[in-house]
């Protein structure tokens, strides 16, 4: 079984910086593909980022040039850098490790841009 752990989210002002960190318990995290969603209030969750198991990465349209999605596989880590944020980058974020055989999920957590 894999356990997911997202970290690091908060209330910034627009143009600061989170760093959101996902802490990954199973075994063999290199293997896993991972995810980083959002879910704005009213709207459905949306792909934010990706990072293969062999370090390839995408980016959703909205936040190219400004969020960078990374990982540690030797601490089992994934982290979602995010600069320039934007009050419409407010949402929950959520952290996904998958595999073909595996779709984990962690419980989310909170970003909001306000001034």
């Known amino acids: 079984q894999v356990r997911l752990v997202e970290s690091g989210g908060g209330l910034v002002q627009p143009g600061e910086s989170l760093r959101l960190s996902c802490t990954f318990y199973g075994r063999i995290f290199s293997i896993y593909v991972m995810n980083w969603y959002r879910q704005a209030p009213g709207k459905e969750r949306e792909l934010v980022a990706t990072?293969?198991?062999?370090?390839?990465?995408n980016y959703a349209d909205a936040v190219k040039g400004r969020f960078t999605i990374s990982r540690n596989n030797a601490e089992n880590m994934a982290y979602l850098q995010m600069n320039s944020l934007k009050p419409e980058d407010t949402a929950v974020y959520y952290c996904n490790a998958r595999i073909p055989t595996m779709n984990a999920w962690g419980q989310g957590t909170q970003v909001t841009v306000s001034s």
């Open positions: 990072i293969g198991s062999g370090g390839s990465t």
